[in-house]
């Protein structure tokens, strides 16, 4: 071992405690210039040492340390919390050593020589040097502590280091005092102007705003559209690009924009209007640019003190009702239970019991880290985070709001919503400028601390509590960013060995091998290990390594979220957590996190035991084999698991045995364990004997027929809700099962029953649903159906589909197959449509069956309701804001319209003299109903073209005939009319005519008609009459628009409307499919009001008016 000496101490001892900190030292201008410091005061005794250091690099390498346990970023601002648990985890002592030239020495991660040309570290406690780059040590980061007071511990010897060398709080709190200000209000540099506001009094506002709006209950507009909602997106974007510009106000941008939306956009009442929201943000943005955060303070306690929280408050319905409006099918689905979770109270038991499942940061062990250096990836990488990534992730997340309050309605609109015009993609820009710098540079931590900050709800876990973390939006939309465009990364790091890292079908495909390993002859046992509060215990320190090594891409990122401690607010309380070790609550990328960071201990596992064959789904991890493989691997799970975070609970682990004569043998050979030859749950499904199989599955059973129960309910009142949190929601809870569990369709009964006994009945309003009707709606939406399928007839083949398309990772996991296993290989592409076209196969087969046994009606009603985009009324999600909601009377009068049900509750005789019926409403004149229906749909063709067109106008008046000579069949009247004119739809200027014609398909001159021919027939008549004209007269385009009361529409109407879609896409910069998709579900709901309206709409026998009447002629009297 070369010899050690100490080197000269830069500062005293408060500058030691500092870069312990990771508070950059005014030493060095460069990190002023850069705003990661504002420090004003100078400790006595710090020199400089190199005024050249480049200004990035200089803020990396302080920060490029928090793999090591004594460097955390704690930055500028250091909570109380934050210093107790650096006093509590990381030391000072003297003795930072540099190489001498003689006697190099082997860094144990990679096993090369320590040479005098290096840049390595010797640890304190054991001597061994490590190269800078092995153990993640910037060379900034080198050469600025080379000259320094302090101490390196190398990861194995930090639990123990020398004694007497501890840094306390005294210590601490007097080096804050000294720099100008206690720890929660450092100094900031005079360069930080906000307004008014400058250097500290501008640090002190915004922390104070900040940690009052996290107490407040949420009560926010949606940002307006015009001046004002533009003004205040120019002004977060300003902001983000503060932040990845390095100006002056970089320290606070983050916060500045958390606290924006809580304090501009608070409602003003709760009867507010958009004008007053208008007028309150265009106020409320002047105090703003002043910097008059008290004023706006002052202003949202008054109203958040006016905030009145009922006793009872919403009924569970109308909450249920407000979520399915918006869209929020999960989310609404837990209103409707009759035992929903509920909040706890934050009392001390709850907040002790909340700080248990956070536990403090512990030494990572070598033997659970990779060794060698970290590759840094071309930021080229992340070019692909752009406005566009950033708007799908905004769609793609939900959920409520974190600490600040704007949940993710309100930051979608922000980012999404096409009403900000330019505002929104400038925005959006730079917020993914903003992802692309955490994903490739090393930041601050506490620049970012509140951006990573949570709120923590605690739920009834019955018995027990469990924490909810719900991470702030932005955060979450980054992060989903970051998993869309590292996914194949992710994939590759993890499979097949761990499946939780974005495998698609990776949970199922566990489950699968884990049943295989179960039912193969040599298999005597299977053991299902359950681990205690994994997520949270997880070794942060050795599972960023981990990160670092296989997944390079990813680690940058994921250091800057969990390089440092951070805060969670306790929901309800002024009470504050501190996450230090694991993955934190609500972040979105802690399953990738946890999957690619266990790797090295399910590598090591599998070099130990290879006998054993194993299957691991994030922290659920299974092992199957001979008894004396698994007793072996469950030993060096239990022995290597805790040094990498992973705590077995042997009380809750359960291995299932084959042999019942050797119970206790296996009793004696696994102490503490459960021993069970009936088998135990995994992953939601069951591995284990056929009895205790079906056993399993009854349970689940009477859940979910509780569960349609409940929606039957709330079918009761509002049938369309109800029918899509069932469609979308409530139906996929058991095809999960059916995929991963075999031979269960006999025990589906019960639910089969509860749907046509109680669901169908509730959402239809029809009494009894018959065996055929049943069938029909059991078919898919576009097949005429309503998508309701037996649960019993399809759970065989749901779980032949599974293990043909998850084959070839099952026998990878089976296998214990590494890096050679391809995700989404051509093999399995194809088994994915193989499986598509067997399932479409067996619906046309069930369809082809049910046409050849019903009525000839119902068979023509399913002919018409097959026709592409019919039934998109049905199958869209009830959302308020397209004008896509039905009442009651409407949904259900719907789907009697649909099946041609004879309808309760009208006149068997219409006013008109003839039999009433559903056929004969839809075409009677009386009552101007099929006039409105024609009108309201050529009105809402001619609002469209009005965005894209010019000199749009309705029933235009064609120009007179002189000479022309037309064929015969023209219309010749002077004063024809056609619906809608407009220029510019196909070539610039010219000028377009369209005519609608909505049909009845069922009506006399129709019903014997195929239907292509119908629409052809009513297009010709069309042409015939105007066509001619209006090329030789108007010189102009013409193009029939036919659509029929069923949804269906003719082919030039749909070629009409895809060149519609185009225009739109191109007009308001919105993607084409959404366009048509918007475009088609809007004409059928509008076509389907009138058309139900001609259903129920009242008519009356004319009536004789007093004006037609001439009373001279008429006696009063008999003579």
């Known amino acids: 071992m070369p010899p050690r000496y100490n080197t000269r101490s830069r500062s005293g001892s408060g500058d030691g405690i500092a870069q312990i900190l990771s508070i950059p030292s005014t030493s060095s201008p460069e990190i002023l210039d850069a705003g990661i410091s504002a420090v004003q005061h100078t400790p006595s005794g710090a020199v400089a040492e190199d005024e050249d250091l480049d200004r990035t690099e200089e803020s990396q390498g302080i920060l490029d340390a928090s793999l090591q346990p004594k460097l955390i970023g704690c930055g500028t601002q250091v909570s109380d919390s934050i210093v107790s648990q650096a006093i509590n985890q990381y030391r000072t002592v003297s003795d930072l050593q540099t190489i001498p030239e003689t006697n190099p020495d082997i860094c144990p991660h990679c096993n090369v020589e320590c040479s005098d040309s290096d840049e390595a570290l010797c640890c304190n406690g054991c001597n061994v040097w490590f190269h800078c780059s092995c153990v993640n040590v910037s060379s900034s980061v080198y050469l600025q502590l080379q000259d320094s007071s302090l101490s390196w511990f190398c990861c194995s010897c930090y639990s123990s280091p020398a004694s007497g060398d501890i840094c306390d709080h005294t210590q601490l709190t007097q080096f804050l005092e000294d720099l100008g200000g206690a720890s929660s209000s450092q100094s900031l540099a005079d360069d930080i102007v906000f307004g008014c506001l400058k250097g500290n009094d501008a640090y002190k506002a915004i922390d104070k705003a900040y940690n009052v709006i996290v107490h407040w209950k949420p009560n926010v507009f949606l940002t307006p559209s015009g001046h004002a909602g533009q003004n205040f997106l120019t002004m977060i974007k300003n902001l983000f690009d503060q932040f990845t510009a390095n100006g002056p106000l970089k320290p606070l941008a983050l916060k500045l924009i958390l606290i924006a939306g809580p304090l501009l956009l608070q409602k003003p009442s709760a009867s507010s209007k958009s004008k007053d929201h208008v007028e309150c943000l265009t106020r409320r943005l002047i105090l703003w640019h002043e910097g008059k955060l ?113 949940d993710s309605e309100s930051w979608g609109r922000i980012l999404v919503s096409k009403h900000f015009k330019s505002a929104g993609t400038d925005l959006c820009a730079s917020f993914a400028r903003f992802i692309r710098v955490l994903a490739t540079e090393e930041v601050n931590p506490v620049h970012i601390a509140e951006f990573l900050s949570s709120r923590v709800v605690a739920l009834d876990k019955k018995p027990g509590v469990r924490p909810i973390g719900i991470g702030e939006t932005l955060r979450r939309i980054a992060g989903k960013c970051i998993s869309l465009s590292l996914k194949m990364e992710v994939t590759e790091a993890t499979a097949p060995l761990q499946t939780c890292g974005g495998l698609e079908g990776g949970v199922e495909s566990s489950v699968h091998a884990v049943r295989d390993m179960y039912m193969d002859d040599t298999t005597d046992c299977v053991l299902l290990v359950d681990a205690a509060n994994a997520f949270n215990s997880l070794n942060r320190s050795a599972a960023l390594q981990n990160v670092g090594v296989l ?24 009470e504050k957590l501190v996450s230090a070790e694991g993955t934190t609550q609500g972040c979105n990328l802690a399953m990738d996190f946890y999957g690619i960071g266990i790797m090295k201990l399910i590598h090591m596992l599998k070099e130990l035991h290879p006998e054993c064959r194993t299957s691991w789904y994030a922290d659920d991890s299974a092992g199957a084999g001979r008894a004396g493989a698994v007793k072996a691997w469950w030993g060096a799970l239990q022995d290597f698991g805790p040094k990498m975070g992973y705590f077995p609970q042997p009380e809750k682990t359960v291995l299932i045995i084959k042999d019942t004569s050797k119970q206790d ?80 369709a006999n025990l589906l009964e019960p639910v089969e029953r509860a749907i046509v006994d109680l669901l169908l009945p509730a959402i239809t309003g029809i009494t009894p649903v018959t065996d055929t009707l049943r069938d029909t709606f059991a078919l898919s939406p576009k097949n005429g159906g309503l998508g309701i399928v037996n649960p019993a007839t ?150 469209l073209l009005d965005v894209v067109c010019k000199d749009v106008v309705k029933e235009p008046h064609l120009l007179p005939i002189t000479n022309e000579d037309l064929p015969r069949g023209t219309t010749l009247k002077q004063d024809a009319r056609l619906d809608i004119s407009c220029r510019g739809f196909f070539s610039a200027l010219d000028k377009t ?127």
Request: with cysteine; proline share 5%; hydrophobic share 35%.
């Open 294 to 406: 008290s004023d706006l303070l002052r202003e949202g306690k008054t109203i958040q003190s006016r905030l009145t929280k009922s006793k009872s408050g919403p009924s569970p319905l109308v909450i249920f009702s407000r979520l399915m409006l918006k869209g929020q099918v999960s989310a609404a689905l837990k209103w409707v239970k009759r035992n929903p979770s509920l909040l706890l109270p934050a009392n001390s038991s709850v907040l002790d019991e909340l700080q248990s499942k956070h536990p403090d940061p512990q030494p990572a062990d070598d033997d659970c880290m990779y060794v060698g250096p970290i590759e840094v990836p071309d930021p080229i990488l992340f070019n692909c985070i752009d406005a566009n990534l950033v708007r799908r992730a905004a769609k793609l997340t939900r959920g409520s709001a974190g600490p600040s309050g704007i």
């Open 551 to 574: 997944c390079p891409p990813l680690y940058q990122y994921l250091k800057n979220l969990y390089g440092s401690p951070t805060e969670m607010v306790v929901n309800g309380t002024k």
């Open 665 to 744: 043998y296996f009793e004696s050979l696994f102490p503490g364990i459960k021993v069970t030859a009936e088998g135990h749950r995994y992953l939601g499904s069951f591995i284990g004997t056929k009895s205790a199989t079906e056993s399993y599955v009854a349970t689940k059973v009477k859940e979910w027929v509780q569960d349609i129960e409940d929606i039957s309910r709330a079918a009761s009142s509002e049938p369309q809700l109800a029918y899509a949190g069932f469609y979308y929601g409530t139906s996929k809870k058991w095809n999960y099962l059916l995929r991963t569990t075999p031979d269960i």
């Open 794 to 943: 399809v759970a065989d083949s749901e779980y032949r589909f599974s293990t043909i398309i998850n084959r070839e990772l099952v026998s990878a996991i089976l296998e214990n197959r590494g890096e050679e296993f391809i995700p989404d290989s051509q093999s399995t592409l194809k088994a994915k449509r193989e499986c598509k076209a067997a399932k479409t196969k067996m619906e046309e087969d069930r369809k082809f069956h049910l046409l050849g046994t019903c009525s000839t009606s119902l068979k023509r009603q399913i002919t018409l309701l097959s026709e592409k985009g019919a039934s998109a009324w049905l199958s869209t999600l009830p959302l308020k804001n397209c004008g896509f909601v039905l009442s009651k009377q409407q949904f259900q009068d719907g789907l009697i319209l649909r099946y041609n049900i004879p309808l309760e509750g009208v006149s068997l005789e219409c006013a008109c003299g003839k039999p009433n019926s559903i056929d004969h409403a839809l075409i009677c004149k009386l009552g101007g109903y099929t006039h409105l229906r024609h009108n309201h749909l050529r009105d809402t063709l001619s609002n």
């Open 993 to 1119: 005519f369209i005519d609608v014609r909505v049909l009845h398909p069922n009506s006399q001159s129709n019903a014997e008609k195929p239907l292509l021919s119908m629409y052809r027939c009513h297009e010709e008549e069309k042409k015939t009459k105007y066509l001619h004209r209006i090329i030789q007269v108007e010189k102009g385009n013409f193009s029939p628009f036919v659509m029929s009361t069923t949804g269906g529409i003719a082919p030039e109407a749909t070629a009409f409307l895809k060149r519609l879609a185009q225009k739109l896409s191109s007009k308001l910069n919105q993607s084409y499919p959404n366009i048509m998709g918007y475009l088609r579900r809007k004409l059928r709901f509008e076509l389907l009001k009138t058309t139900l309206m001609a259903v129920r709409g009242f008519r009356k026998n004319r009536v004789v008016q007093i004006s037609e009447l001439d009373l001279n002629l008429m006696n009063y009297y008999i003579p």
